[in-house]
């Protein structure tokens, strides 16, 4: 298919928002994403005009786009791989069944119009609806999470909250995604929509799983600080409190490992790393698939994993209770997971955090902070305030 050359023309951002308008406007559902330090944007659109929750997507073996919730009851999309975007070189690939190519054609002459630009964006900027009532509920909640743990009843709880904002009228997401993208290299950028799931949008720091050329990778992350670009990260020293929280997550993932007798893989770590404006203790768990004879391992590991340590907490279910118990809204596609599967890259799922999901003009942010024996509340409360930040402090 030879690409107009139109399209080439408009900016990455411009062919993001008009690919992401017409869709909302067919009722398709689409996926863009960056992967961690790459530089190329990929997009997906899935044609179909009534997409259906999937069970097993790693199963199936079909290329696509996976978002999954936080609530492994809750409904999972596969946004199939109709029509695959790759930038840079700007590769094309449309499955070849006529419909699919007749509207994959509608849409790469959608977005190859030259849009509307507003050369003067308004004055407007986000507002932010803050209330002491959110601050004291998740300090409750914070407070009960720890007489929960001081009472024996679980080691670790990640409890979380959201904040919805007011966005601009002429907020442009293809240019935010951009940003957010560019501003965090390190994250994997994702903007996701389906008619049943709204906007999803966030950069996130966490490997969920990934598997690709017969090695599979998992990693523990946890413990947070803020960065400061004027201390080297060889001198950044960490409290006992974030050693063990982050220790424990890479527990959860050995013994996932024990449950199916894998015993030999490498672990690298803990080592501080930059997740944007805050630090985070991370060790890597890399498995050889092929010496162990394990291969499929990614779906058995991500049906064990989720939700790990990181955003639920442990022992697993009885964290689960006390997050539906407690946890005073549906937390929805934050803190679930998503990214490319089943593509020639393999797999690669991240668990959605740093993100906020968009619906009109209200956007709605979402963090949570690893609660132990040792928290105090109020700087777990700011803790999700600067994790909230990594997105405030981009978008506009
Ligand atoms: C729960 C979040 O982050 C997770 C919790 C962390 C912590 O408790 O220190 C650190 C990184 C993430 O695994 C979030 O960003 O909302």
Known sequence: MIVSDNIKQQSAEQIISSALDYCRSEGHSIAIWKHPEESSIELMVDFSSDIQPVDDPLE????????????YKAASYLIKANLHIKWEDFNIKIQPELEISEKADELLKHISKPQKTSPNKSAEVIKVI????????????????????????????????KKEIILPEDFD?????????????????????????????????????????????????AGTQKYDPELPLARVAWRQKEIEEQALVGRYIINCFKKIRLRNYTEIGPKTVIAGNLLHLKTEFI???????????????????????AICGMPLAPAQEFIRDHEYYDRGYYSGYLGPVNSENGTSLFVNLRCMSI??????????????????????????????????????
């Open 287 to 309: 498995v050889d698939m092929e010496a162990t004879g394990f291969p499929g391992l990614g779906d058995t590991m991500l049906k064990l994993l989720h939700p790990t340590s």
């Open 359 to 396: 619906d009109a003009d209200k956007a709605t942010l979402y963090a949570g902070a690893g609660v132990t024996a040792d928290s105090i509340p109020e700087d777990e409360w700011e803790e999700t305030e600067i994790k909230m930040n990594t997105i405030l402090n981009i978008i506009g």
């Open 60 to 71: 199936q073996n079909e290329e696509g786009f996976l978002l999954s919730p936080f609530n």
């Open 130 to 161: 803050a209330s002491d009532e959110e601050r004291n509920k998740f300090i409750d909640l914070a407070n009960t999470a720890i007489e929960a743990i001081k009472s024996g009843q679980l080691l670790k709880v990640v409890p979380s909250r």
């Open 173 to 221: 997401i293809g240019l935010n995604f951009i940003k957010l993208s560019q501003a965090y290299p390190s994250a994997f950028a994702s903007l996701v929509y389906t008619p049943k799931t709204g906007i999803w949008m966030g950069a996130t720091p966490e490997l969920l799983i990934n598997e690709r050329n017969n090695t599979f990778r998992t990693v523990a992350l």
